[in-house]
């Protein structure tokens, strides 16, 4: 009978640990926001500014087979990763812009193109992003990170533009990692800096 809070415990750190559980916070975001979150491959992706235009595209097929491919080849440690996921999410804007049409977005939201079918402000970056994020640890893809809720930085007093980026956060050392696309052009590799660096830029 003693035995039975050790298994319950172990049980709880298990659950704690599953893709499922880890990415309910970022999923919650979701919800905070008013958007739509992941459901299986399919994302509904955010563009026009602020997701005021959306679109379902799905993340499945020959291109979640190259994904899947480049995080596999990856896991010997945790920057090998953050190096393979660098690469499958500027795949994965890349193929974003492509299947949304419009006008290539231009990186940095400049104020002109709010609105504008296909042109991506730092909300919608963050959503696809971290929508994308999401997709690939409940299937297994991450092993050395997990997708935690958008986080902000800037708030107008501190002379700085409200700014927001999806985050992942390494298992082992507890490390997180702004994963951010906002100043790159489609195709191009997003900036993954440790999150505090992220939080003191402009």
């Known amino acids: 009978m003693k035995a039975a809070p050790s298994f319950i415990s172990a049980a709880f750190l298990l659950l704690l640990a599953s893709p499922a559980f880890a990415s309910q916070a970022a999923l919650g975001w979701f919800k905070s926001q008013g958007y739509v979150g992941p459901e299986g491959t399919r994302i509904i992706a955010c563009h026009g500014y602020g997701c005021s235009r959306r679109q ?25 990763e953050r190096n393979a996921l660098a690469q499958v999410v500027s795949s994965y804007t890349a193929y974003l812009a492509a299947s ?24 919608d970056e ?8 999401i997709v690939l640890e409940t299937k297994g893809l991450l ?15 501190d002379g700085r533009y409200p700014h927001y980026s999806a985050v992942i956060v390494e298992k082992g050392s507890g490390q997180e990692w702004a994963v951010d696309p906002w100043r790159r052009a489609p195709g191009q ?14």
């Open 189 to 202: 590799r997003p900036e993954i800096l440790p999150l505090g660096q992220w939080r003191q830029n402009s």
């Open 100 to 123: 949304i049409g419009g006008k290539p977005d231009l990186p940095g939201s400049p104020a002109r193109m709010s609105g504008v079918h296909g042109q991506m402000d730092c909300l």
């Open 56 to 80: 379902a595209v799905s993340v499945d097929g020959a291109w979640l087979g190259r994904a899947t491919a480049l995080l596999r080849a990856a896991r010997a440690s945790s920057s090998s």
């Open 126 to 133: 963050t959503a696809n992003t971290t929508s994308l994020l």
């Open 143 to 157: 092993a050395h990170h997990q997708v935690k809720r958008p986080e902000s930085r800037g708030f107008f007093l």
